[in-house]
Nanobody
Framework: QVHLVESGGGSVQAGGSLRLSCAASGYSYSSYCMGWFRQAPGKEREGVAAIGSDGRPTYKDSVKGRFTISKDNAMNTLSLLMNNLKPTDTAMYYC?????????????????????WGQGIQVTVSV
């Protein structure tokens, strides 16, 4: 049983930083994609950042240079360091993994097809 638990969300002012963490258990998919998605009220879920089977990251254009994704295979954890946060980053953030996908860019394009999700954690950025 795959289990993903996010932590580290909260409220910050614009320009601030947060680090999200995702603790994974129930599988050993170190060579598959893991990533972060977000969903703002009234909007569709969108890919933010992912790490592929080759260990290379892919980022949504609007977060490039501000967000950094990292994965610790030994600890089965995924992190997202978010710097220079903007009000437009406000959303529920979700950790996700799927053994069917190895390419991080494609993984971010298909949230509707991903099997395993965390419960989500809120990030709120105020002006």
């Amino acid at each position: 049983q795959v289990h993903l638990v996010e932590s580290g969300g909260g409220s910050v002012q614009a320009g601030g930083s947060l680090r999200l963490s995702c603790a994974a258990s129930g599988y050993s998919y170190s060579s598959y994609c893991m990533g972060w998605f977000r969903q703002a009220p009234g909007k569709e879920r969108e890919g933010v950042a992912a790490i592929g089977s080759d260990g290379r990251p892919t980022y949504k254009d609007s977060v490039k240079g501000r967000f950094t994704i990292s994965k610790d295979n030994a600890m089965n954890t995924l992190s997202l360091l978010m710097n220079n946060l903007k009000p437009t980053d406000t959303a529920m953030y979700y950790c996700a993994v799927d053994p069917l996908y190895g390419d991080s860019w494609y993984f971010l394009q298909v949230p509707g097809k991903i099997q395993y999700w965390g419960q989500g954690i809120q990030v709120t950025v105020s002006v």
